[in-house]
């Protein structure tokens, strides 16, 4: 009898380790991190990636800095589909900002200008340093009669996305 208590007992401490050792369920783990685990998401892709890095950057900003107050929205939109990650939020946002802006477009707003250099920055895998020179006009007011074209830096980075293609990935102007 004694040796069925004893081997009942172990059998209860064998099954207990095994439980102990499956992981928790999702909720069980949400409940103790505040955190609910998810599977990644698929990878990102852009509607006109780039055969190159410096393409792509080039591509993106000239766009970026080439917009009238008819075309703003538009332009930002197409370059949130041919970018990824923060770059698409970023642009994604400004198209939203600048679709309904009445002081935009009441004052014929405009900006062009040119890439001037397009240079991977030191020690920093896929970062690129921009420097861009622009001009912004207006039709309807005299807010920037007699503004010179200014020099403009930004960080640019870019990531290959499947196929080899690069798009942009993130976008920070500097000045």
Same mark, same amino acid.
């Not at 802006?101 to 004052?107: A, I, S, T």
């Not at 640019?156 to 293609?165: D, E, P, S, T």
């Given at each position: 009898?004694t ?5 009942a007992?172990?059998g209860?401490?064998?099954?207990a380790?095994h439980?102990?050792r ?8 949400a409940d103790?991190?505040h955190e ?11 509607s006109?990636a780039?055969p190159?890095?410096?393409q792509a950057i ?11 107050a ?8 197409v ?7 923060q770059?698409?939020a970023a642009? /994604?946002?400004?198209a939203?900002? %600048? =679709?309904d ?7 014929g707003? #405009?900006?062009?200008g +040119?890439?001037?250099?397009v240079a ?10 921009v420097?861009?020179r622009?001009? /912004?006009?207006a039709?309807?007011? %005299? =807010?920037?009669q ?7 830096? #930004?960080l640019?980075? +870019? ?7 690069w798009a ?7 000045s």
């Open positions: 009898m040796f069925l208590c004893a081997l007992c172990a209860c401490g064998h099954s380790r439980a102990a499956r992981a928790p369920s999702a909720v069980a783990q103790a991190t609910y685990p998810s599977k990644p998401p698929p990878p990102e892709s852009a006109n780039a190159t890095a410096t080039r591509s993106f900003v000239t766009a970026y800095i080439n917009w009238n008819r075309t703003v929205a538009g332009t930002m939109r370059l949130a589909a041919d970018s990824i990650g770059a698409r642009m /994604t946002l400004a939203a900002e %600048t =679709a802006d009445y002081e935009l477009r009441r004052g707003i #405009a900006n062009s +040119v890439v001037e250099a991977p920055l030191s020690g920093h895998r896929d970062q690129y340093v420097v861009t622009e001009s /912004t006009t039709t309807n007011t %005299t =807010a920037y007699g503004l010179r074209p200014a020099w403009h830096v #930004a640019a980075i +870019v990531q290959q996305l499947a196929g080899g293609r942009l990935s993130s976008w920070q102007p500097e």
